[in-house]
């Protein structure tokens, strides 16, 4: 005679469902945290916010009709040292052809008082940001410019300036040059030894798509729209891309652990990966239009490594300035590329500007008349 099992207490089930409701729900956090840290950022309202007004006041036109004008986007710490000489440059020009838009410290308004120029008065942005070297910030007030100059359908280029950048040419030959072609330049390069691509990028940016470049660039229209209408890599770059403190030695044995820290210049990467991870490659010019001399450092913890050269007043005679416009290709090691500047199959000069020009370096330029005649002795004993 076979027993008959004994009833489970309704108790003992009642207690094995609030077990069950208890690992599911902490396996749910569990799963929710993970995906909170290795998400490339999870979007706040304010943030989501301000991107669609970036986008929403951007007019969409596919087939401008009218003359078609240059903006000139300058990033600067505050004043434009070398107003004099751009005010010579665009002296010269069709106020039809050029825009010039300004993001400098929040608050710093250019007028009388802050700038040589009237071609500069109250060109500054209005909702500019404080911004870092080496920080997402740089890269955040390059889509603003981006932003505000897209606002007028008018604008078909976009050139990105520093506050000591100089232009090598006068305005009619740097107009001519950019409307000629119907490509951004954007210096693009792979950089396999280059240690700052964080492996917790992959999920949203391929190893294959981590690319380098100088953050001088400039666009045709569509690829601007481009950077401003990204959702999808900055908010990567702005969780795994970051600069680590620069050396210290006070710090001792701590700085030396700092330097260990994952290093990544934002604005070094941020356009070039964009535009590959876009497919946008076969539609750019791989090269940038701005000249840059660079200091290598062979002393890895030597502040002034790998940093750009100021040019001064002896350093820019005019066989310098000579061997600069000369320049027609661009070779690049880590690729084993040659990049030979034309515009529509025309050999051309491979850069139309150059950075970084002091004061002194900028006078001589007027002086010579490299952007437009000018007697640069005005200036001594004038400034701002």
Not at 40 to 48: A, D, G, H
Not at 182 to 191: A, K, Q, T
Not at 296 to 324: C, G
Request: charged share 20%; net charge positive; hydrophobic share 40%.
């Amino acid at each position: 005679m076979t027993k008959k099992a004994a009833p489970v207490p309704v108790r003992h089930v009642i207690w094995l469902g609030w077990i069950l409701v208890v690992f599911l729900s902490f396996v749910l956090c569990f799963w929710a945290l993970l995906r909170l840290h290795f998400s490339p950022e999870i979007s706040s309202p304010t943030n989501s916010l301000a991107r669609a007004r970036l986008r929403s006041r951007i007019p969409r036109y596919n087939d401008f009709h009218g003359t078609p004008k240059i903006a000139f986007l300058f990033l600067s710490r505050f004043n434009l040292p070398l107003d004099f000489l751009w005010g010579s440059f665009f002296e010269n020009a069709d106020t039809a052809n050029f825009s010039i838009y300004i993001h400098s410290a929040p608050g710093f308004v250019f007028d009388e008082s802050t700038s040589r120029s009237r071609f500069f008065h109250n060109r500054q942005l209005t909702d500019s940001i404080q911004v870092a070297w080496g920080e997402s910030s740089m890269i955040e007030a390059e889509r603003l410019l981006l932003a505000n100059a897209l606002e007028d359908p008018a604008n078909q280029r976009f050139v990105l300036l520093s506050d000591s950048c100089v232009p090598l040419y006068n305005f009619s030959y740097i107009y001519r040059y950019l409307m000629a072609s119907p490509r951004s330049f954007v210096d693009s390069f792979l950089d396999l030894k280059d240690g700052r691509y964080h492996p917790k990028m992959s999920t949203v940016i391929p190893r294959s798509k981590w690319i380098k470049g100088s953050q001088w660039i400039s666009l045709i229209r569509s690829h601007a729209e481009v950077v401003v209408d990204d959702e999808v890599v900055l908010p990567v770059f702005k969780k795994f891309c970051k600069r680590r403190p620069p050396v210290d030695t006070s710090k001792g044995k701590l700085n030396m652990k700092l330097q260990k820290q994952h290093n990544c210049i934002p604005d070094e990467h941020y356009v070039p990966t964009l535009f590959a991870m876009s497919g946008l490659e076969g539609e750019i010019e791989r090269r940038s239009l701005t000249y840059t001399l660079w200091n290598q450092s062979a002393t890895k913890m030597d502040n002034k490594a790998w940093h750009p050269v100021t040019f001064n007043y002896p350093d820019v005679s005019p066989k310098r300035l000579k061997e600069i416009k000369d320049i027609n290709h661009i070779y690049y090691d880590s690729e084993s590329r040659t990049e030979w500047c034309r515009v529509n199959s025309t050999s051309v000069p491979c850069f139309l500007f150059a950075r970084k020009f002091s004061r002194g370096a900028a006078m001589r330029l007027l002086s010579e008349g490299v952007v437009a005649p000018f007697d640069a002795s005005m200036l001594l004993g004038n400034s701002p």
